[in-house]
């Protein structure tokens, strides 16, 4: 039973090109959350989806920055138009339902640097 | 909104016992967890609390106090391996998905 995936463990974009980071929650869950990690810093919560739905996106910047989590394939969270400040870890966490007690099960996160 | 502090960075000895802190404002609290991460690597669960109380597995321990809004982690018999972050994170029952806001992490480092 593969545990959260997420690709491409390492990327790196250019300023101004887009960004795209693909998460694959655990098998039956269907919640998925996104969270940023800057360097020397605490996870700071971006975005919540359940399947086709955006629940909270509350802490997503409100410019470049998209999430979707389609009825097929993996969660994406899409940075448009990358700056330098967006580099950083994004992690992906899945749970099978909202009042899990185990708290998330944690991807290996994908480290974005823009050059 | 939650406010989540626990010390930066701490530093024991192998084989010593360390208590990590963790301080908490949260309006709808719903259970407290610890996370450890090596630098690099994804968090990974430790324990999870939401009532009063310590909770014991292993070497590791997490005690509750829901009034004071307090928490701790205690690691018994430090190994090299302890060296890592620990990150303190409430849940919150006032939001719709039930995310989890973590503090800043506390950095152990476990000299020999």
């Known amino acids: 039973n593969a545990g959260v995936m997420q690709n491409p463990r390492h990327l790196v974009r250019r300023r101004g090109q887009e960004a795209r980071l693909r998460c694959s929650p655990m098998?039956?869950?269907?919640?998925v959350y996104w969270y940023r990690q800057l360097p020397e810093e605490g996870l700071k919560f971006m975005v919540y989806?359940?399947?086709?739905?955006?629940?909270?996106e509350s802490g997503m910047p409100k410019e470049r920055f998209s999430a979707e989590f389609p009825k097929e394939g993996p969660s994406i969270l899409r940075i448009q138009q990358v700056v330098r400040g967006d580099s950083a870890a994004y992690f992906c966490?899945?749970?099978?339902?909202?009042?899990?007690?185990?708290?998330?099960?944690f991807g290996s996160g994908t480290r974005l640097t823009v050059v | 909104g939650q406010n989540i502090d626990q010390p930066t960075e701490m530093t024991a000895t192998e084989g010593a016992i360390v208590q990590i802190n963790c301080t908490y404002q949260?309006?709808?609290?719903?259970?407290l967890f610890w996370y450890q991460q090596h630098a690099g690597e994804a968090p990974t669960f430790l324990s999870y609390?939401?009532?009063?109380g310590l909770e014991e597995k292993g070497r590791f321990s997490s005690f509750l106090s829901r009034s004071k809004g307090y928490s701790y982690l205690l690691l018994k018999e430090l190994q090299m391996k302890d060296s890592a972050s620990y990150l303190c994170?409430?849940?919150?029952?006032?939001?719709?998905?039930?995310?989890?806001?973590f503090g800043g992490g506390t950095r152990l480092m476990v000299k020999p």
């Open positions: 966490a899945s749970s099978l339902d909202r009042v899990a007690n185990y708290g998330y099960t």
């Open positions: 098998k039956g869950h269907s919640h």
């Open positions: 989806l359940q399947k086709e739905n955006i629940i909270d």
């Open positions: 949260t309006s709808g609290f719903n259970g």
């Open positions: 609390n939401v009532l009063d």
């Open positions: 994170a409430v849940r919150d029952a006032n939001n719709a998905g039930n995310m989890l806001t």
